[in-house]
């Protein structure tokens, strides 16, 4: 990337430490199998749900509250993995299935 190139920034869901575990637990036969894989920290997994781009450091301040205004008006809701798996720049992803509160968000 370029020294003048604003970072790419997403917004994102935290997963919850009980699924985070879960996940962590079922990858291990994985991570046994395949050692030289570079395996992320279960701490960093999270739910993207908007990629913003190269977002200006000036307007960071204003997508945070907007997001938070967006995020506070839609329910909590639960979801589940769907069997899609993929990968986009070297990072693994799981689908999820789609929810009314997960559409919301």
């Not at 997403?10 to 575990?21: K, L, N, S, Y």
């Not at 991570?31 to 999270?46: E, F, K, Q, T, V």
């Not at 945070?64 to 909590?76: D, S, Y």
Request: with cysteine.
């Amino acid at each position: 990337m370029a020294g003048d190139q604003p970072p790419r920034r997403f917004a994102a869901v935290e997963v919850p430490g009980p699924v985070r575990a879960a996940v962590d637990d079922a990858l291990a036969p994985l991570r046994r199998r395949w050692p030289d894989l570079r395996w992320s920290d279960p701490a960093g997994w999270h739910l993207t749900v908007a990629f913003l781009g190269a977002l200006p450091a000036a307007r960071v301040a204003a997508a945070r509250l907007a997001l938070g205004a967006a995020a506070a008006v839609c329910p909590p809701f639960t979801t589940r993995l769907d069997g899609g798996l993929g990968s986009f720049a070297g990072a693994l992803w799981a689908g999820l299935a789609p929810t009314p509160g997960l559409d919301a968000l």
